[in-house]
């Protein structure tokens, strides 16, 4: 059982939602409403008088360059001459409840001059388009990329089969349990201190210091667990629009809570992606060539759009052997929703565009598609897409041989036959694969502090949040076993700007191989600090002979042994600390490949994986069932099988969200499911008991042996569960997710094709 278990399940542990001092204020922001627009006119004054409204605060009130943004800092913290999407802020109110923060935000006169909107970004790229950021060059064109191995024009010529397809996916929105909020405060000595639900807390100080223009030191940042990320809460939500409201107030806490409707309207989304790939092949399947060229809807603006793009190509040709390739990338400003990172950060989108090609060309030769997947899996020491050798260990064609040996696999015939009246079953095969790391460019590093307590325990500061995922007891977890002591003398503390060394995000499948290295090293440095401490008491004269027991050192050779709890009533308090770092090591002869590229790419460590879902499409309703999800992984040693198939099943669970439920609607930029009645997620009970195999491998580079796998599991169901509807009904999938009309309008044609030929 993790640590926190019994705390959280009892509803002991403090979320940063919890957090509601005595005294303190609320904050809320007056969103734009329509997708682009003038501001023509502001009033607040009414705002400023309503009873219990302590400040209305616009533009005209944020110091700094009020540009906020990961990367591209072109996002507004609020809004002063023109409004770029729907959940854009144009004034912030601060006040002493709930009720007086809506009655002023109610009072504020807006008035908007609409411009006309781009919602499509292909229609973005259009010479006449309409113009999202008017000021910049090169229209709405937010970025472009070429990543080229071989000559893959000319090796499609040379084909024997070629296929060609156009695949879309949707925006998706993260839907954590825990709304984005904060709490923010200055304080008497200045010191800007903030309570905050977020994935990055060393990262905002440098934001909302940029932003507002304050010393990022003087920013204290505090993040504790958090109910729920996916990458929705990497990059400022409520930090800036906090920050300004505190400086307005001293001494005073302001709270922000976003409602799910704001959440929706203002919040990042996954990136829609339009995905155009020709896959050559010889006539034994082997693969030769592919080209792709992939379109991402960034929304308004930038935030991590060129990164997530970049990540997309670099995994656009799957994790397979293929000499040539070509692919481009664009992203496009629009007039809808940011869109930012997600689970998958762009390889999503890839993985059901190349894995949905797969079933075209093997449809195309008459193979089993598995089979050829197998046939053309990227083995160790070969060229992925891009260029980049894979690394030694297990690969994706150990997980698709472990997902073919699968009772759901190898006897779906059987499965398929005994389907009730009414119902067709199919089943579908996907290989997965994804990266670790931030990749070249900027350092992937983290740095860990331990500290032997007074009452001879450890306490772990844990610089990067835990969203959920069980980082925080993974690392006691690891901390125990290599200080053989038991888990319950290890407490982790959750990430303070203040007390913690610096770190990077919680992101990227990279913080528990990240930290998880730089605490290893801090143990391995309080190892040797405690028995050269303990050597003093034990009339020692060679510290190496002693050993590391529950709760003590000891000397074997004499049976004597010292309580940690005496021994750190020796020691200053400086003198039970150890602090070690880690730095991700990264492809040391990259390809001449992504030049444009400076931070991101490429990547040297990779999980692989592989995924089977099985389904039942009802024939009178169209509706989709998923009945069955296996999944394999290999991504390095085992550490906790539990946090493995923890992580599988959550990505699942989201990746078949994405297959058959997710349906972002949006018309004109405006959210027609802003609210969970219309944005449908799946339940428990719409999800199967589902099965997870986690393969024999090691990744000497990692902690224990381990690699990130915290998103890999999410690419798997949406092209599994494509694969499996074609198997079921017939139905080419091009696009998700799927409904039913989709289903029953190939059930209906395809009666009408046998009635015709009748």
Known sequence: MRI?????????????????????????????????????????ADARQTPGVVSVLTRAEVPGTNRQGIVHKDQPVVCGERVRHCGDPVALVVAESREALAAGLSRIRLSLEPLPGVFDPRQALSPDAPLVHPEREGGNLLARGLMEKGDALDALGQCAVVVDGQFETPMQDHVFLEPPNGLARLTPSGVLDMIVSTQAPFRDRFEIGQALGLDPLRIRVRAPYLGGGFGGKDGATVQCLLALAALRVPGRWVKMVWPREETFQAGYKRHGAVMDVRLGADADGRLRALTCAMLFDAGAYAHLSAEIMALGMEHAAGPYRIPHTRIEGLCAYTNNPVAGAFRGFGVVQASFAVERAMDLLAGRLGRDPAALRLQNALRAGEENGVGVAAEPGTDVAACLRAAMGHPLWAGRAAWKRSAPPYVRRGVGLAAMHNAMGYGRGLSDHAAAKLELTRQGTFRIFNSVPDMGQGNAAAFAAMAAAALN????????????????????SSSASRTTYTFGNALLGACRAMAAKLRHRAALALLCDEPDRLVLVPGAVSDPSTGRAVPLAVLAGFLTRDDRICIDQHAMAVVENPPDTGREFKIGFPHRFYSYGACLCSVEADVLTGRVRLAHCFLTVACGRTFSLAGVEQQLQGAAAQGAGLALFEDLVLENGRMRTGDLSTYLIPTAADLPDMDC??????????????????????????????????????????????????????????????????
């Open 485 to 504: 002591q038991p888990e319950t003398a290890f407490a982790c503390r959750q990430p303070d700007t203040m007390s913690c060394p610096p770190a990077g």
């Open 4 to 44: 926190d278990a019994l705390d959280k399940a009892c509803g002991r542990e403090r979320y940063a939602v919890d957090e509601t001092p005595p005294d303190c204020l609320w904050a809320g922001a007056l969103r734009a409403g329509i997708p682009h627009g003038r501001i023509a006119g502001l009033d607040v």
């Open 693 to 758: 195999l986690a393969l024999d491998d090691d990744e000497p580079t990692g902690p224990m042996g381990l690699k990130g796998m915290g998103e890999i599991g999410i690419h798997g169901p949406g092209p599994a569960v494509a694969q499996a509807l074609e198997d079921a009904v017939g139905l080419c999938v091009t696009r998700l997710p799927v409904s039913p009309q989709q289903v029953l309008a190939t059930l209906e044609e395809h009666v009408s094709c046998v009635n015709a030929e009748r």
